[in-house]
């Protein structure tokens, strides 16, 4: 069965610390998706990355990076030099490929607050 | 500009009172979705629609009812809302399963007294 972990349910940073968020997954399949999404306070979901599971590279976007390894199932997100800004409930997300519904499932979501 | 609507934004409505959120797409996408986000359990899958007049249960799809008429619609139903609907709702749009993101609309915040 497919599951999402997040096991850090609030973290909280003062500004311009880095800070990293946990997302372990579980899925039968070989090919899969994964999936981070970011929802500030205003409540809209926003899309941050899709990266598919033959891809483990590395993948930096400005302060924002992800690590992808496979053997531990694992799909971390490190925001580099936090800011205010990035105060919000991140979402990281599975679709496998055995889903033909396109349904990702979700974890809990991760409060992340950045104080100045 | 790809878009995916949802009315109303918020709502508050008492038990019994039969409502429709309403969700629209302009990507001609034939995936769509409904979620509802509750505190602590993150998003969970209420419907999904593969195509019109194709909709079928995701995972928590007691008390809500679908239709998919035409393409670019996809309403959820409360036929008879109570206190255990009250909840975030999210539709989403999809070209295709393992074709790239989920496009959710702003979700509508529902309140059932």
């Known amino acids: 069965a497919q599951k999402v972990t997040q096991a850090q349910t609030e973290i909280s940073v003062v500004e311009k610390e880095d800070v990293t968020l946990d997302c372990v997954y579980e899925?039968?399949?070989?090919?899969?998706?994964l999936f981070w999404y970011k929802q500030p306070p205003s409540g809209e979901l926003v899309f941050l990355i899709r990266r598919n599971s033959f891809d483990e590279q590395n993948e930096i976007s400005g302060r924002y990076s992800w690590n992808f390894q496979k053997s531990t199932s694992s799909f971390n997100f490190t925001i580099t030099a936090s800011q205010v800004v990035d105060s919000a409930v991140y979402f990281c997300?599975?679709?496998?490929?055995?889903?033909?519904?396109?349904?990702?499932?979700f974890g809990r979501g991760t409060q992340l607050t950045v104080w100045p | 500009e790809a878009q995916v609507t949802q009315n109303p934004r918020y709502l508050i409505t008492v038990t019994g009172k039969k409502l429709t959120v309403t969700c629209s797409q302009n990507m001609n996408h034939e995936y769509m979705s409904w979620y509802r986000q509750d505190p602590g359990l993150g998003l969970r899958q209420i419907y999904y629609s593969m195509n019109v007049e194709v909709t079928d249960k995701g995972d928590v799809p007691e008390g809500y009812k679908v239709s998919r008429k035409e393409k670019r619609n996809f309403p959820l139903i409360l036929e008879s809302p109570s206190p255990n609907q009250t909840s975030l709702y999210f539709c989403a749009s999809h070209r295709g399963a393992n074709t790239g993101e989920l496009f959710f609309g702003e979700g509508s915040r529902l309140t059932v007294l």
């Open positions: 997300a599975l679709e496998d490929r055995g889903s033909t519904l396109g349904r990702l499932y």
């Open positions: 899925t039968r399949d070989t090919t899969y998706y």
